[in-house]
């Protein structure tokens, strides 16, 4: 019998400021190449109007980045995913420096989490239920 192995998965996803589908980046192209290198991400659509923009999805869960004149210094999203240390891992082989996991106390749950600040300035914040990892 095979043992069945599970990639960490992206499962959800909340902006930090007001929209998820439109996080302010200065050029499509490297941000797409950036995030699908470095996040396992893949390209499902682009669009020129309202504004270019440039829509990335990993697992179902999808996030869009616009040339949008937004600051990205002051935008990011919250990614809650199954297994944090094996995402950590991940993204570690595949060229990030991450910090260390820490645990966060929120509406009486804890979470273990991580932080990515990308390139382009937006911050990530990679969670998952104690519990659970």
Same mark, same amino acid.
């Given at each position: 019998?095979?043992?069945?192995?599970?990639?960490?998965?992206?499962?959800? *996803?909340?902006?930090?400021?007001? &929209?998820?589908? !439109? +996080?302010?980046?200065?050029?499509?192209?490297?941000?797409? @190449?950036?995030?699908?290198?470095?996040?396992?991400?893949?390209?499902?659509?682009?669009?020129?109007?309202?504004?270019?923009?440039?829509?990335?999805?990993?697992?179902?869960?999808?996030?869009?980045?616009?040339?949008?004149?937004?600051?990205?210094?002051?935008?990011? *999203?919250?990614?809650?995913?199954? &297994?944090?240390? !094996? +995402?950590?891992?991940?993204?570690?082989?595949?060229?990030? @420096?991450?910090?260390?996991?820490?645990?966060?106390?929120?509406?009486?749950?804890?979470?273990?989490?991580?932080?990515?600040?990308?390139?382009?300035?937006?911050?990530?914040?990679?969670?998952?239920?104690?519990?659970?990892?």
């Amino acid at each position: 019998m095979q043992k069945m192995t599970t990639q960490p998965k992206f499962k959800t *996803a909340f902006p930090f400021r007001d &929209d998820l589908l !439109g +996080l302010p980046v200065i050029d499509l192209s490297s941000t797409a @190449e950036w995030y699908c290198k470095h996040f396992g991400m893949t390209e499902v659509q682009r669009t020129t109007e309202p504004v270019p923009t440039v829509f990335l999805e990993r697992d179902g869960t999808r996030i869009g980045f616009a040339v949008n004149g937004g600051d990205a210094s002051q935008d990011g *999203a919250a990614i809650l995913v199954s &297994d944090i240390r !094996g +995402l950590k891992r991940e993204f570690e082989n595949g060229g990030l @420096e991450i910090g260390e996991l820490r645990t966060d106390e929120r509406d009486g749950r804890s979470l273990v989490v991580f932080f990515v600040v990308a390139p382009d300035g937006l911050c990530y914040y990679f969670h998952e239920p104690k519990e659970a990892g």
